[in-house]
Antibody, heavy 119, light 111 residues
Framework: EVQLVESGGGLEQPGGSLRLSCAAS????????MIWVRQAPGKGLEWVSY????????SYADSVKGRFTISRVNTKNSLYLQMTSLRGEDTAVYYC????????????WGQGTLVSVSS | QSVLTQPPSVSGAPGQTVTISCTGS?????????VHWYQQVPGTAPKLLIY???DRPSGVPDRFSGSRSGTSASLAITGLQTEDEAQYYC???????????FGGGTKLTVL
Protein backbone atom coordinates (compact mmCIF):
# COMPACT_ATOMS: atom_id res chain seq x y z
CA GLU A 1 0.00 0.00 0.00
CA VAL A 2 1.36 3.38 -1.03
CA GLN A 3 1.74 5.73 1.91
CA LEU A 4 3.00 9.29 2.15
CA VAL A 5 3.32 10.84 5.59
CA GLU A 6 4.24 14.49 6.02
CA SER A 7 5.73 16.00 9.14
CA GLY A 8 7.51 19.12 10.30
CA GLY A 9 4.71 21.64 10.18
CA GLY A 10 4.00 24.07 12.98
CA LEU A 11 3.85 27.70 14.01
CA GLU A 12 6.70 29.90 12.85
CA GLN A 13 7.29 33.64 12.92
CA PRO A 14 7.54 35.71 9.74
CA GLY A 15 11.08 35.49 8.42
CA GLY A 16 11.63 32.13 10.05
CA SER A 17 12.38 28.73 8.61
CA LEU A 18 10.83 25.28 8.66
CA ARG A 19 11.74 21.96 7.10
CA LEU A 20 8.97 19.65 6.01
CA SER A 21 9.51 15.94 5.50
CA CYS A 22 7.52 13.35 3.59
CA ALA A 23 8.14 9.68 4.37
CA ALA A 24 7.21 7.35 1.53
CA SER A 25 6.48 3.63 1.65
CA UNK A 26 4.78 0.94 -0.38
CA UNK A 27 6.46 1.76 -3.69
CA UNK A 28 9.90 2.20 -5.23
CA UNK A 29 10.43 5.81 -4.17
CA UNK A 30 13.53 6.31 -6.31
CA UNK A 31 11.54 5.65 -9.48
CA UNK A 32 9.02 8.45 -9.02
CA UNK A 33 8.99 12.19 -9.38
CA MET A 34 7.46 14.00 -6.43
CA ILE A 35 5.83 17.33 -5.74
CA TRP A 36 4.66 19.58 -2.93
CA VAL A 37 1.23 21.22 -3.12
CA ARG A 38 -0.22 23.61 -0.56
CA GLN A 39 -3.67 24.76 0.39
CA ALA A 40 -4.23 27.97 2.31
CA PRO A 41 -7.15 27.94 4.78
CA GLY A 42 -10.40 27.94 2.85
CA LYS A 43 -8.60 28.24 -0.47
CA GLY A 44 -7.75 26.03 -3.42
CA LEU A 45 -4.75 23.91 -4.29
CA GLU A 46 -1.47 25.53 -5.31
CA TRP A 47 1.48 23.64 -6.79
CA VAL A 48 4.65 24.57 -4.90
CA SER A 49 7.57 22.52 -6.15
CA TYR A 50 8.64 19.52 -8.22
CA UNK A 51 11.64 17.19 -8.08
CA UNK A 52 12.69 14.49 -10.52
CA UNK A 53 13.18 10.89 -9.46
CA UNK A 54 16.93 11.26 -8.99
CA UNK A 55 16.75 14.80 -7.72
CA UNK A 56 18.70 16.50 -10.49
CA UNK A 57 15.78 18.52 -11.81
CA UNK A 58 13.69 20.80 -9.64
CA SER A 59 11.18 23.58 -10.25
CA TYR A 60 9.27 26.04 -8.12
CA ALA A 61 6.21 28.23 -8.24
CA ASP A 62 7.11 31.90 -8.56
CA SER A 63 5.56 32.54 -5.15
CA VAL A 64 8.25 30.47 -3.39
CA LYS A 65 11.20 30.67 -5.77
CA GLY A 66 14.37 31.70 -3.96
CA ARG A 67 12.88 30.93 -0.54
CA PHE A 68 11.98 27.23 -0.68
CA THR A 69 14.22 24.29 -1.59
CA ILE A 70 12.98 20.83 -2.48
CA SER A 71 15.21 17.81 -2.03
CA ARG A 72 15.06 14.06 -1.58
CA VAL A 73 17.11 11.21 -0.16
CA ASN A 74 16.17 8.09 -2.05
CA THR A 75 18.04 5.79 0.31
CA LYS A 76 15.76 7.04 3.07
CA ASN A 77 12.57 7.13 0.95
CA SER A 78 12.19 10.73 1.99
CA LEU A 79 11.21 14.02 0.39
CA TYR A 80 11.90 17.41 1.94
CA LEU A 81 10.90 21.03 1.62
CA GLN A 82 13.16 23.58 3.25
CA MET A 83 11.24 26.79 3.72
CA THR A 84 13.00 30.05 4.60
CA SER A 85 12.00 33.70 4.82
CA LEU A 86 8.50 32.58 5.67
CA ARG A 87 5.61 34.96 5.11
CA GLY A 88 2.04 35.05 6.32
CA GLU A 89 0.85 33.99 2.90
CA ASP A 90 2.80 30.74 3.27
CA THR A 91 0.28 29.64 5.89
CA ALA A 92 -1.27 26.49 4.48
CA VAL A 93 -1.58 22.76 4.68
CA TYR A 94 1.33 21.30 2.73
CA TYR A 95 0.83 18.02 0.90
CA CYS A 96 3.43 15.83 -0.71
CA UNK A 97 2.22 13.80 -3.67
CA UNK A 98 3.57 11.22 -6.07
CA UNK A 99 3.73 12.08 -9.75
CA UNK A 100 2.29 9.36 -11.93
CA UNK A 101 4.84 7.62 -14.09
CA UNK A 102 2.77 8.05 -17.22
CA UNK A 103 1.58 11.62 -17.10
CA UNK A 104 1.86 14.75 -15.04
CA UNK A 105 -0.82 13.95 -12.51
CA UNK A 106 -0.65 13.09 -8.84
CA UNK A 107 -1.91 9.64 -7.97
CA UNK A 108 -1.16 9.45 -4.25
CA TRP A 109 -1.23 12.21 -1.64
CA GLY A 110 -0.17 12.46 1.96
CA GLN A 111 -2.51 13.66 4.69
CA GLY A 112 -0.83 17.06 4.85
CA THR A 113 0.98 19.07 7.50
CA LEU A 114 -0.12 22.53 8.63
CA VAL A 115 2.30 25.43 8.49
CA SER A 116 1.22 28.61 10.25
CA VAL A 117 3.24 31.78 9.89
CA SER A 118 2.35 34.44 12.41
CA SER A 119 3.93 36.66 15.01
CA GLN B 1 -6.72 34.07 -9.42
CA SER B 2 -6.25 30.51 -10.61
CA VAL B 3 -4.78 29.73 -14.02
CA LEU B 4 -7.63 27.31 -14.72
CA THR B 5 -11.15 28.65 -14.24
CA GLN B 6 -13.90 26.64 -12.60
CA PRO B 7 -17.35 27.68 -11.38
CA PRO B 8 -17.26 28.22 -7.61
CA SER B 9 -20.24 25.99 -7.01
CA VAL B 10 -22.71 23.61 -8.60
CA SER B 11 -25.62 21.72 -7.16
CA GLY B 12 -28.03 18.97 -8.00
CA ALA B 13 -30.56 16.63 -6.50
CA PRO B 14 -29.81 12.97 -5.84
CA GLY B 15 -29.95 11.01 -9.05
CA GLN B 16 -29.39 14.03 -11.27
CA THR B 17 -26.40 14.87 -13.44
CA VAL B 18 -24.06 17.81 -12.95
CA THR B 19 -21.19 19.08 -15.04
CA ILE B 20 -18.18 21.07 -13.86
CA SER B 21 -16.23 23.07 -16.41
CA CYS B 22 -12.54 23.91 -16.40
CA THR B 23 -11.29 26.60 -18.77
CA GLY B 24 -7.65 27.16 -19.53
CA SER B 25 -5.56 28.79 -22.23
CA UNK B 26 -3.12 28.13 -25.04
CA UNK B 27 -0.28 27.43 -22.62
CA UNK B 28 -2.00 24.63 -20.76
CA UNK B 29 -5.16 22.82 -21.87
CA UNK B 30 -5.05 24.45 -25.30
CA UNK B 31 -1.50 23.19 -25.74
CA UNK B 32 -2.87 19.64 -25.53
CA UNK B 33 -1.69 19.02 -22.00
CA UNK B 34 -3.96 16.50 -20.31
CA VAL B 35 -6.48 17.50 -17.69
CA HIS B 36 -6.91 15.63 -14.43
CA TRP B 37 -9.54 15.90 -11.73
CA TYR B 38 -9.39 15.52 -7.97
CA GLN B 39 -12.07 15.18 -5.34
CA GLN B 40 -11.50 16.65 -1.89
CA VAL B 41 -13.82 16.00 1.00
CA PRO B 42 -13.43 18.71 3.68
CA GLY B 43 -10.64 17.92 6.11
CA THR B 44 -9.04 15.29 3.91
CA ALA B 45 -6.38 15.17 1.21
CA PRO B 46 -7.32 15.41 -2.46
CA LYS B 47 -8.03 12.13 -4.21
CA LEU B 48 -7.39 11.44 -7.89
CA LEU B 49 -10.72 11.09 -9.66
CA ILE B 50 -10.01 11.33 -13.40
CA TYR B 51 -6.66 11.32 -15.19
CA UNK B 52 -5.62 11.93 -18.77
CA UNK B 53 -8.89 13.75 -19.50
CA UNK B 54 -11.21 10.76 -19.25
CA ASP B 55 -9.58 7.79 -17.52
CA ARG B 56 -10.69 6.59 -14.11
CA PRO B 57 -8.38 5.04 -11.51
CA SER B 58 -9.53 1.70 -10.22
CA GLY B 59 -12.23 2.08 -7.62
CA VAL B 60 -13.73 5.27 -9.04
CA PRO B 61 -17.34 4.66 -10.09
CA ASP B 62 -18.21 5.06 -13.76
CA ARG B 63 -20.70 7.75 -12.71
CA PHE B 64 -17.69 10.06 -12.99
CA SER B 65 -16.50 10.93 -16.48
CA GLY B 66 -14.28 13.55 -18.05
CA SER B 67 -13.65 15.13 -21.40
CA ARG B 68 -11.42 17.76 -22.98
CA SER B 69 -11.91 19.97 -26.01
CA GLY B 70 -9.89 22.94 -27.15
CA THR B 71 -8.94 25.04 -24.15
CA SER B 72 -11.54 23.51 -21.85
CA ALA B 73 -12.38 20.33 -20.02
CA SER B 74 -15.36 19.10 -18.07
CA LEU B 75 -16.22 16.62 -15.37
CA ALA B 76 -19.65 15.00 -15.40
CA ILE B 77 -21.20 13.23 -12.46
CA THR B 78 -24.30 11.19 -13.16
CA GLY B 79 -26.67 9.63 -10.66
CA LEU B 80 -25.66 12.09 -7.94
CA GLN B 81 -25.28 10.66 -4.48
CA THR B 82 -25.02 12.46 -1.17
CA GLU B 83 -21.46 11.18 -0.72
CA ASP B 84 -20.46 13.09 -3.86
CA GLU B 85 -20.62 16.34 -1.89
CA ALA B 86 -17.07 17.62 -2.03
CA GLN B 87 -14.74 20.11 -3.64
CA TYR B 88 -13.56 19.24 -7.16
CA TYR B 89 -10.36 20.53 -8.74
CA CYS B 90 -9.08 20.31 -12.29
CA UNK B 91 -5.34 20.25 -12.96
CA UNK B 92 -3.08 20.47 -15.98
CA UNK B 93 0.45 21.49 -16.89
CA UNK B 94 1.38 24.98 -18.02
CA UNK B 95 4.32 25.44 -20.35
CA UNK B 96 4.71 29.12 -19.51
CA UNK B 97 4.86 28.48 -15.79
CA UNK B 98 6.74 25.20 -16.18
CA UNK B 99 4.62 23.54 -13.56
CA UNK B 100 1.28 22.15 -12.59
CA UNK B 101 -1.72 24.44 -12.50
CA PHE B 102 -5.01 23.93 -10.70
CA GLY B 103 -8.47 25.32 -11.05
CA GLY B 104 -9.88 27.28 -8.15
CA GLY B 105 -12.15 24.42 -7.20
CA THR B 106 -15.87 23.79 -7.43
CA LYS B 107 -18.02 22.94 -4.46
CA LEU B 108 -20.65 20.36 -5.27
CA THR B 109 -23.76 20.41 -3.14
CA VAL B 110 -26.20 17.53 -3.36
CA LEU B 111 -29.57 18.99 -2.44
Amino acid sequence: EVQLVESGGGLEQPGGSLRLSCAASGFTFSSYEMIWVRQAPGKGLEWVSYISSVGNTVSYADSVKGRFTISRVNTKNSLYLQMTSLRGEDTAVYYCARVSDSNYFFDYWGQGTLVSVSS
Amino acid sequence: QSVLTQPPSVSGAPGQTVTISCTGSSSNIGAAYDVHWYQQVPGTAPKLLIYANSDRPSGVPDRFSGSRSGTSASLAITGLQTEDEAQYYCQSYDSGLSGAVFGGGTKLTVL
